[in-house]
């Protein structure tokens, strides 16, 4: 399987969905599923039982639910959603906006 061009603490724009438009930093990759966490999208409820030992209360709860690659694109500083490109700096590889050539390097 070829190397994602998401990864953790990304800004990325849902393209496809009912959350069309939104924009989140990716929280969490699931490659193996082609899947992404992102931050405020794909929000879903689930109901939570009250567990005192752990200190939760019960009730209903709002999560991420995972979403699919394909429906992501990343988002560059100057240009907005962005195809990935790469290039090679010495001997490592960045990924680069094809838009504008700059490189896209995520805040660690």
Same mark, same amino acid.
């Given at each position: &399987?070829?190397?994602?061009?998401?990864?953790?603490?990304?800004?990325?724009?849902?393209?496809?969905?009912?959350? =069309?438009?939104?924009?989140?930093?990716?929280?969490?990759? &699931?490659?193996?599923?082609?899947?992404?966490?992102?931050?405020?999208?794909? &929000?879903?409820?689930?109901?939570?039982?009250?567990?005192?030992?752990?200190?939760?209360k @019960?009730?209903?709860?709002?999560?991420?639910n995972?979403?699919?690659?394909?429906?992501?694109?990343?988002? *560059? @500083?100057? *240009?907005?959603?962005?195809?990935? @490109?790469?290039?090679?700096? @010495?001997?490592?590889?960045?990924?680069?906006? =094809?838009? *504008?050539?700059?490189?896209?390097?995520?805040?660690?």
């Amino acid at each position: &399987m070829a190397g994602l061009k998401i990864r953790r603490n990304d800004k990325v724009q849902v393209i496809a969905g009912k959350d =069309r438009g939104k924009q989140g930093r990716v929280l969490r990759v &699931m490659q193996d599923e082609n899947r992404l966490l992102v931050e405020h999208v794909m &929000m879903v409820k689930k109901t939570v039982k009250p567990n005192p030992q752990r200190n939760i209360k @019960g009730g209903i709860a709002e999560q991420e639910n995972p979403i699919q690659i394909s429906n992501v694109m990343l988002v *560059c @500083g100057n *240009c907005g959603p962005v195809r990935v @490109g790469f290039k090679f700096e @010495g001997d490592t590889k960045v990924r680069v906006c =094809r838009k *504008c050539g700059q490189t896209l390097e995520s805040k660690k």
